[in-house]
């Protein structure tokens, strides 16, 4: 079985199709959920998460476009993982008189707004194998050696392309001053790690 015919097996709630999914997608699920919540949770967390994922796959599986059911999985994974973390903040103890006031104005929230979409689209509109570099690393939180493997490149490939997609982003919002570094630029809204 393929991608495309599990994809099309699992619309017609195939089981067999939703295993072979589960087979092949698990590791990867995992290792985002992992480098998002693993330093702050436990593994029975990342497992409920990754479990919140096949279930919302499950549930959705007519809307999947079946050229970009890995991207469909990462996006739901992220959100699965960004929810344990809310729900950790939530159980969080706050003391009575600790009061917590954002500073932004809906000027700072609306800027910050157009500044993800722009990044978003100057990300999408590099060439591969740069963008899928850069979405796996920023997107995805995939180390440089996981980029290297999964792809078959050399691991100073992976981290070149890197600092030439950094540059070129760079070049697109402005020359000199924009960004700082590598720790200013948020692709999708997400903080370098």
Not at 13 to 22: C, L, P, Y
Not at 96 to 116: F, G, K, M, N
Not at 119 to 125: D, G, H, Q, T
Request: one cysteine or more; hydrophobic letters at 40%; a neutral charge.
């Amino acid at each position: 079985m393929d991608e495309k015919r599990a994809i099309r097996a699992l619309k017609q709630r195939d089981i067999k199709a939703f295993e072979w999914v589960i087979d092949h997608y698990t590791g990867y699920i995992n290792t985002i959920i992992y480098n998002i919540i693993g330093h702050v949770m436990t593994a029975p967390d990342i497992e409920e998460a990754a479990s919140d994922v096949f279930l919302a796959l499950w549930k959705n599986a007519e809307r999947v476009d079946v050229k970009k059911l890995k991207a469909y999985l990462g996006s739901i994974a992220r959100n699965k993982a960004k929810d344990k973390l809310r729900e950790l903040s939530t159980a969080l103890y706050i003391e009575d008189d600790i009061i917590i006031v954002s500073d932004a104005t809906p000027e700072d929230t609306l800027i910050e707004r157009e500044l993800q979409l722009s990044v978003k689209k100057a990300v999408l509109s590099l060439t591969y194998p740069d963008r899928e570099i850069f979405l796996r690393y920023y997107y995805y939180y995939q180390s440089v050696s996981e980029i290297a493997d999964e792809m078959n490149i050399n691991i100073s490939t992976v981290k070149t392309k890197l600092a030439r997609g950094r540059e070129k982003l760079k070049k697109l919002f402005c020359e000199g001053g924009c960004f700082d570094g590598e720790e200013n630029i948020r692709p999708f809204g997400l903080y370098t790690r």
